[in-house]
């Protein structure tokens, strides 16, 4: 679980090593036993500031003090930081990533969110793209915010998007068909592909606000949402509660 991708194994690695020396990459599939076949058009993992949807620019806007980017991928979001005057690490599991963010000059490392070891504090924590899909599992939640406790500073904050599934299981009527019996609807496996790379299947978590804050109160978080997206997504800001 504290395990960081070497590059045979990194798709998505790969594609955005490859994007960053040439300009252009094959196709990133994205496959799922939830849904259909999906594409990440590369280039939108090198997305400036004018071509980010606006709950991450909010997330930009309203970042303070030192920042840790997780899950940085091609470090976009710790690149604009960092021109705003702020100091970023960044942190991912892919070795491949790191190397390009490292290129680019951010302070990247190659650091698994969950390892216990990386003890750093910082004011403000962005997990952009539905970042906390790396949690996985909702039941892995109380395992996401003791890893928020030991990185923040005492008035540090976290900045998150993520999406409400439910609009999946939507009725021509406009009710929502979920098997509440079941696992939580929001819990996706995927598989990433890129040329002859074949990444391992992994667990994603999207959440949808009013899970997410039950969580956060449960393991002695503040949590509130700053904004709505355009499609069931929200852009949500957690805080140590005193
Ligand atoms: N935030 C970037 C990339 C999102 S893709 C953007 O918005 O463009 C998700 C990234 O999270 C990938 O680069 C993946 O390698 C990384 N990742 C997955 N699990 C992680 C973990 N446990 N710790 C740190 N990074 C992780």
Redesign the pocket.
């Known amino acids: 679980m504290n395990s960081i991708?070497v590059p045979q194994k990194?798709p998505?690695?790969r594609a955005?090593a490859d994007y960053h020396a040439t300009g252009k990459a094959a196709k990133l599939r994205v496959l799922s036993s939830m849904f259909y076949e999906d594409e990440i058009p590369v280039s939108?993992?090198f997305?400036t500031f004018s071509h980010m949807p606006i709950l991450?620019q909010e997330m930009i806007t309203r970042a303070k003090g030192r920042v840790l980017?997780?899950?940085?991928?091609?470090g976009?979001?710790a690149l604009e930081l960092k021109a705003r005057g702020h100091d970023v690490v960044a942190?991912?599991?892919?070795e491949l990533?790191v190397g390009v963010m490292k290129e680019r000059d951010i302070d990247a490392r190659p650091?698994?969110?969950?390892d216990e070891t990386f003890t750093e504090k910082f004011d403000t924590i962005i997990?952009?793209?539905n970042?906390i899909?790396?949690v996985g599992k909702v039941e892995r939640l109380p395992l996401f915010f003791r890893s928020i406790k030991r990185l923040l500073n005492p008035d540090g904050i976290v900045l998150l998007d993520s999406s409400d599934l439910r609009y999946l299981f939507e009725e021509e009527d406009g009710s929502f068909c979920i098997d509440i019996a079941g696992k939580y609807y929001g819990e996706v496996d995927f598989e990433m592909r890129y040329k002859g790379i074949k990444g391992a299947t992994?667990d994603w978590l999207y959440i949808d606000y009013n899970t997410l804050e039950f969580y956060a109160n449960e393991s002695g978080m503040q949590c509130q949402k700053c904004i709505d997206g355009e499609h069931y997504d929200y852009l949500a800001e957690i805080r140590i509660r005193r």
């Not at 980017?69 to 091609?74: H, L």
């Open positions: 991708l990194d998505m690695g955005i939108t993992l997305r991450e980017d997780v899950g940085a991928g091609s976009c979001h942190i991912d599991i892919s990533s650091i698994n969110f969950f997990m952009a793209m970042g899909g790396i992994f």
